[in-house]
């Protein structure tokens, strides 16, 4: 055990610019995927919630996306010309399988708001914008926040694969160490990745306590 441990330290001395290099194209890899994601399909999930017809449609495109398997899909794109290897296809690959959990928790987050409530609103003469705004939103909160902390946590391990279609990130530790049966590598790119994906998720949680309610953070707990 201690020699094991030494040759993890070791590997770390010997390799620490290596190792800067793959957790910074890591972290920004995940960064860049969820911040379009955000940008493209929080949007399209505000959408949905005025059509059930085309949410049951869009929500069955990206189930059938996020159940194709990972690599299959980087490799896919690593096919098409103005993409082929690297980061263009890595990022289209993540946004799209950002597509579930971010649609999926804003469209429920948004329909999940009393209905009560809402005939009440309009009672009272808001328009729908206003509902939307001050009363849909501010009530799906806990929901949608949710789902915005699983497309963190799941670009993050996915974003792995990309080490295969040439994005020098922490996945090439992984996929080096298993070619070379080097544990140090295999352990350093594992470790590396689970502190990514549990810091980011941290930081999350405490953004989260500033932006929602806390009664709506212990009604999200209860229903749980």
Known sequence: MD???????????????TIRDYTMNHFTLVVWAVS???VIWVPVGLLLTKSDKWAKRVLAVANTIFCIPS????????TIPFLGLGRKSSLLALVLYAMMPLLRNV????KSADRNVIEAAKGMGMSTGRIMREIRLPLGLPVIFAGFRITVVM????????????????????SDGLARSNVEMMVTGALLISVIAVGLDTIL?????????RGLRIRRQQGQ
Do not use: C, H, Q
Request: proline share 2%.
């Open 155 to 174: 670009t993050t391990g996915i974003a792995t694969i990309a080490a295969y279609i040439g994005e020098r990130n922490l996945g090439r530790f992984i």
């Open 71 to 78: 690599l299959s899909l980087f490799a896919i794109f690593v």
């Open 107 to 110: 469209y429920d987050g948004v």
């Open 3 to 17: 020699l094991s441990r030494m040759n993890l330290v070791e590997f770390f001395a010997n390799n620490g610019s």
């Open 36 to 38: 379009i994601s955000l």
């Open 205 to 213: 949680g405490i953004l989260e306590k500033w932006l929602v309610p």
